[in-house]
């Protein structure tokens, strides 16, 4: 295959994912873009949806299916010239610290906000491990045919909450009962909007000019249009100018609004996010930075789903492809172990479907049976490659719990299963600072983990386990150099812990204690995540 087509391909590809609360209408918006892509042909169809709303645990689901949850999935589709890979960020109970690792894999972000609420908790902490890779951030304001929030207020809410300057690339005019559309700044055109199609749940849009008065008297009205004339003044003078290169750095988001459920501004939203998101960029291992495009085949694995099925413990290990082409006649190293062989039965998973790739392209993501070899962030190059990407970070888990046998005489194989769940990257482990593995709490980002602890090791390891919740909500790594825990002063409801690394950490219980105690203890470094 000559260079020139790989080259194409990959920068055809643009791989995202899309971050928000639940509910704001991430599975609707992703819905509009597949009929988009002509990925799938009626609205309704992106599988998953019930079940990880509804079920008690998507999760355990997947024994039944003895498949991979949706919530594993990568979406690809073609629309215009693009290749587009959607990762799923699965949100709701299924909330994971998956959710913060496929943000890894990603190139940019969508941010789905709903525009009655403004940035919620969820969007927030997902916006953080965005903003720590620098990655492209396009925002698009769902629900306008809903009653929202004041524009501009919407607009200081993102700067506020987020820290990131915000480009209104359209402007809504009115919302709820009163949505008219959206003012296309770039165009310089008017987008109506009318909820008429009752039956297909469908918007119609109409393109005006600013000049055209008798079609703006028509569909806007004089008092809409007034109002969105003095609106763009305002916003003409006051607002950020237009950056891509502050766009692609991260620093400033580009705003569009409509109606995913409506389908109203999606496919202007995605045809503006499709020209100034970018291709793959390159990634650091070590010093140097891999050129997706000019150097081989690199990936790096981002997640690992154990499969669960008793008869056939399987793990699937996802990577993300970093540079070049992947061939399944392809022999490739495996960096940590330094181990050539053939990735089995490379996969590319599609809602429920499997497709077992021939090839793929830096920006897309497989899913490859993994015999228990992979861990979380390891690199995978071709034989004679010496890669090795920079490993994925621990993020802070938010629910706790002191773990306890029932049947004290199986230690040995609640030691073994805990620490094995724990390396496949679905909790982490923590021990009182002065003990041993005699008291082990547990740190979980989603509390479902906390009941997928207690099932595999009931039914892979044949243990059973209580769990004693604790108050703690906030986790600290201390970064100190050569700290002296034993001296560091705290609030009376912080609790000095360590790893299985024999790391330090703090717990807290509110966000006030950490303040306090960083301020009690001069010099005394923080931090939220830690790099590995
Ligand atoms: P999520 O994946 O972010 O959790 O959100 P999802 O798309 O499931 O949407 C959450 C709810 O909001 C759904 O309603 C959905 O129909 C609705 N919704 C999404 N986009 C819009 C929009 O632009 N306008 C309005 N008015 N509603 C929107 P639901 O009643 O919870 O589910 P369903 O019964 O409609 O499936």
């Known amino acids: 295959m000559s260079n020139n087509k790989v080259a194409d391909e990959i920068n055809r590809r643009r791989t995202f994912a899309i971050i928000s609360h639940p509910d704001a209408g991430k599975t609707t918006l992703t819905e509009k873009f597949l009929l988009y892509g002509g990925a799938i042909n009626q609205a309704g169809s992106v599988k998953g949806k019930a079940t990880s ?43 994971s610290e998956d959710t913060y690792r496929t943000l890894m894999a990603a190139d940019s972000a969508v941010m789905v906000i709903d525009a009655s609420k403004g940035v919620e908790a969820q969007t927030k902490k997902l916006f953080k491990v965005c903003t720590m890779r ?51 700044r770039q165009e310089d055109r008017i987008v109506t909007f009318a909820d008429t199609m009752k039956g297909t749940k469908e918007g119609t849009e109409t393109f005006i000019s600013l000049d055209d008065q008798k079609m703006i008297d028509q569909y806007v009205g004089t008092e809409a249009f ?6 763009i003044e305002l916003l003409d003078g006051a607002g950020a100018q237009f950056d891509i290169d502050a766009v692609r750095a991260g620093k400033l988001t580009p705003v569009f609004f409509g109606s995913a459920l409506q389908n109203f501004g999606v496919e202007i939203f995605l045809h503006h996010f499709l020209q100034m998101a ?24 981002f997640k690992i789903q154990a499969n669960m099925n008793k008869a056939h413990r399987d793990r699937v290990a996802f990577m993300r492809i970093c540079s070049g082409r992947y061939d399944a006649n392809m022999e490739v190293k495996h960096v940590q172990s330094g181990r050539v062989m053939r990735l089995s039965q490379p996969q590319q998973l599609m809602a429920d479907e499997r497709k077992i790739l ?29 890669v090795k990407y920079e490993g994925i970070p621990t993020f802070a888990p938010e629910h706790f719990a002191r773990v306890r046998q029932v049947d004290t005489m199986k230690r040995k194989q609640f030691v073994k299963g805990i620490t094995q769940i724990a390396q496949e990257g679905a909790i982490q482990i923590f021990q009182e600072y002065n003990m041993g593995l005699e008291e082990i709490i547990v740190g979980v980002v989603g509390v479902l983990q906390f009941d997928v602890l207690k099932f595999r090791l009931d039914t892979e390891y044949n243990v059973e386990i209580y769990l004693d919740m604790l108050p703690y909500e906030y986790i600290r790594w201390v970064d100190t150099p050569d700290v002296d825990m034993a001296k560091l002063v705290g609030t009376s409801d912080m609790k000095k812990i360590k790893d299985m690394n024999d790391r330090p950490l703090l717990l807290f219980v509110n966000e006030w204690s950490v303040g306090m105690t960083v301020e009690r203890n001069k010099g005394l470094v923080l931090s939220e995540f830690r790099k590995n």
């Open 358 to 386: 021939s090839e793929a392209y830096a920006g897309d993501i497989m899913g490859v049976f993994d015999p228990g070899m992979f861990s979380i962030g390891d690199t995978v190059c071709m034989p004679k490659d010496d």
């Open 134 to 184: 620098h990655i492209p951030i396009f925002t698009f304001i769902n629900k306008m045919d809903r009653d929202a929030m004041d524009t501009f207020d919407l607009l200081s809410d993102i700067e506020g909450n987020l820290g990131i300057e915000t480009c209104p690339m359209n402007w809504p005019l009115g919302s709820g009962k009163n949505f008219k559309g959206i003012y296309d």
């Open 278 to 301: 970018t291709p793959p960029v390159g990634r650091m291992s070590g010093e140097d930075i891999i050129d997706p495009v000019d150097h081989n085949f690199t990936a790096f694995v």
């Open 226 to 231: 007034e109002t969105l004339k003095s609106e």
């Open 53 to 95: 709303k509804h079920a008690v645990s998507d999760w355990m689901e997947i024994e039944k299916q003895r498949g991979i949850s949706v919530t594993s999935s990568v979406l690809q589709f073609n629309y215009e010239d693009c290749c587009i890979n959607i990762l799923d960020t699965p949100g709701h109970q299924d909330f």
